[in-house]
């Protein structure tokens, strides 16, 4: 069996053409070069690799004397001892290869090689928008898969770290790692991922880590987050010494974590660069604000529908202005708004962000008030719902509650008392249903687990011994 790709330079030279184009495309480019006396092809997408670093290395063996070639193969690995270097026997694998950004050169009599020196435009580590701390390191991931394994590996230095490297889709060919701990992991875990990621059968994944999701998770419909993004390496690195498995696509700032439950969407890192009381209030003014959130316009608008069965030192609950429009419309109309205002506001340029909240919310919301469109609780209620949902760390939960809440506001003014508290039953049997990878989405609520329970709600200083998870089904739950 012979490790040769082709017979001869041109024959490697024409399938290449055929492949990539013959001047179709200006990136790629086919070129004659000599490493000592050795004519070689060489093929790369300028875009995708180190220039300086290619210049170097090819000047490095500019011809300068005359040399017997008798084992090709042995005159080119002793001469061309780059170190990122590695011989390949199949064509697909020298494509798959310039494609992703490394350097092919084919030898004369057919022996192919490629070289590591990759280097992807992409910006420099900063820290995220949305996961901002006070005190605390100030890097997140990139787009770039190596930048974002790098910065995993500067927290977690241990030989048992794994990246282990899937290529999925048929043409976008996206690479994806999952990242763990070995020993620590659950075996199990990693064994359905690695199944779900062969299943895997489309073009590309052209929305990166959300396209994961929806293949690996089979999400469908579901409102709720199955998983936990995050764009900061030390809440991964955190996650992974508790057993969590992370998914890191290339081309996407944001790392998956898995399993994750509804109070690990709920976590930030700023309880643990706070002292362990003020990381506890925080963490319960959290999980109130979320609580809050989700009922106090169901609420208020039973109050202030059925404000006759209230005692006196609750009169003042609801609305003293009449409007020509229906109370509950109002509420929906301000709720909806208030999510208009924030899709206006992502997509509004940032010297242009300030000037349209101030017109949209003070303009608008007064004009409203006065000329009788809305009444002065129906806005103070929403902008009070709309600030405790913006509290929650995660995005998609936070949307998840404003689609919840809508829903028990619909469903109140519908069937007044008793639709509240059948949408709530309803919504609270449909969280307990979920178990995505298996994992209890309410857990350690339900099924309830006093201890993990205690340590969801209080933020235990970090020399309290804790098990790992019972959720992330690892071997080895006593941490070292």
Not at 148 to 157: C, E, G, M, P, Y
Not at 179 to 205: C, M, P, W, Y
Not at 346 to 367: C, D, E, K, N, Y
Request: glycine share 6%.
């Amino acid at each position: 069996m012979t490790d040769k790709l082709f017979n001869s330079l041109e024959e490697a030279e024409n399938f290449l053409k055929e492949q990539f184009g013959d001047g179709e495309s200006f990136d790629i480019s086919i070129t004659h070069v000599f490493v000592k006396d050795l004519p070689v092809l060489c093929i790369y997408i300028s875009g995708l690799v180190d220039g300086i670093v290619l210049t170097q290395l090819l000047s490095n063996m500019l011809p300068d004397e005359d040399i017997d070639i008798e084992d090709e193969k042995e005159y080119f690995e002793a001469y061309f001892n780059f170190q990122g270097r590695s011989e390949q026997t199949k064509r697909e694998a020298i494509l798959l290869a310039v494609l992703s950004g490394q350097v092919a050169f084919i030898t004369k009599n057919g022996y192919g090689y490629v070289a590591e020196i990759r280097s992807y435009p992409g910006r420099t580590p900063e820290e995220p928008d949305n996961e901002k701390v006070i005190r605390g390191s100030r890097d997140g991931f990139v787009e770039g898969i190596s930048q974002n394994a790098a910065l995993i590996r500067r927290r977690i230095r241990n030989s048992n770290l794994r990246f282990e490297l899937h290529k999925i889709s048929e043409i976008g060919q996206t690479d994806v790692a999952l990242v763990f701990i070995k020993g620590i992991a659950s075996d199990e875990t990693l064994d359905k991922l690695r199944q779900r990621i062969k299943q895997i059968n489309h073009d590309g994944l052209t929305m990166t880590d959300k396209s994961l999701e929806e293949w690996l998770f089979k999400q469908k419909f579901h409102p709720v987050p199955f998983v936990r993004y995050t764009e900061r390496p030390d809440i991964t690195a955190a996650h992974l010494l508790e057993g969590h498995v992370a998914i890191v696509v290339d081309t996407s700032p944001s790392v998956i974590i898995v399993p994750a439950t509804a109070f690990h969407l709920l976590q930030h890192a700023e309880e643990y660069r706070q002292a362990p009381s003020i990381g506890t209030f925080v963490r319960f003014m959290r999980y109130f604000g979320v609580i809050t959130g989700l009922l106090l316009l169901p609420m208020w608008y039973l109050c202030a529908t059925h404000g006759i069965h209230l005692p006196d030192e609750l009169s003042f609950l609801g609305a003293k202005k009449k409007s020509h429009i229906p109370l509950l419309l109002q509420i929906l109309i301000g709720d909806i708004g208030i999510e208009f205002l924030r899709m206006a506001a992502i997509h509004t340029p940032s010297p242009l962000s300030t000037a349209m909240g101030l017109v949209a919310g003070i303009t608008i919301g007064q004009i409203a008030i006065d000329v009788g469109v809305f009444s002065p609780e129906v806005v103070l209620y929403t902008a009070i719902s709309a600030i405790l949902t913006f509290i929650i760390p995660s995005y998609e939960l936070g949307i998840s509650i404003k689609l919840f809440r809508i829903l028990l506001l619909l469903m109140t003014g519908i069937w007044g008392v008793n639709g509240l508290f059948i949408g709530f039953f309803l919504l609270f049997t449909y969280l307990c249903s979920l178990r995505p990878m298996q994992a209890p989405y309410l857990w350690p609520l339900i099924p309830f687990f006093p201890n993990a329970m205690l340590r969801v709600l209080v933020r235990f200083p970090m020399t309290a011994d804790a098990l790992r998870p019972y959720v992330v089904d690892s071997e080895h739950r006593k941490r070292s």
